[in-house]
């Protein structure tokens, strides 16, 4: 299966020194909303993940909400859709036939509306949640605008055997088994990772379980101020998410040559992966 790497949306938070560990504090810092894109052999194209959506675009901050759009300078671009990078790939926006979302926060699954014809697959416990918007941070980062097509959803929970000791769901219906959901909830109640096995490896999306490499890499530099501080703001359950931290730091050291673990918001992991897959499909 070929993998394209997507950075659907340039996330440009107010601070750079404090959230990319260097730079002015007055520029503005830099994060991506790494997505992939992943050509299967039957089942058409997958999406995991989506990014913000065409509409959002028109209206950040109707849509995203004005301090989401202000934070992350939403309006201010450079922004980029899935829809968007799918047709510049060269790929008819109908192949899309599945999407896989971490979770249904509205940087994440704000495109969703672009493929209304798309099954979604989603932890069961993150679509209750979003369409339940019970609390005040939950009616903040779920979005009504970004369901209100209708979609499709698939709900998944853990079934199937553990993947590398973490409970996984498996069998994810019309999806090959080389993709997988491995449930981590934390960041928020029905947060869940995606493994995808490529030549012989397995991509870990981490989605926000980790917002910074340092998690998983030993030698990067440690996790900026700003970035550590909203992580914990935004997070459902701020033990959970240190606990998935040492989870995925194990997972990572024990097995660094099999599985690579990455952030949705990392933007040198996505550097990195975008350029080591693209030297692959050529
Ligand atoms: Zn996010």
Redesign the pocket.
Known sequence: MKVHHLDLFTMCPVGRRFVNGAGSALARGHLVAHALLIETPSDGLVLVDTGVGEADLRDPSGRLGGAFAWFTGAAKGPTRTALAQVRALGFDPRDVRHIVCTHL?L??AGGLGDFPWATVHVHHRERSTAEGRATLPERERYRPVHFAHGPKWQTFGASGEPWFGFEAARDLKGLPPEILAVPLDGHSRGHACVAVNTRGRWLLHAG?AIFHRSVVEREAPAMPPGLRVFERLVAFDRAKVGANHRRLAALAEAHGEAVTVFA??DPVQFERMKAQADAQLR
């Open positions: 926060d940087d994440h926000d949705a918001h």
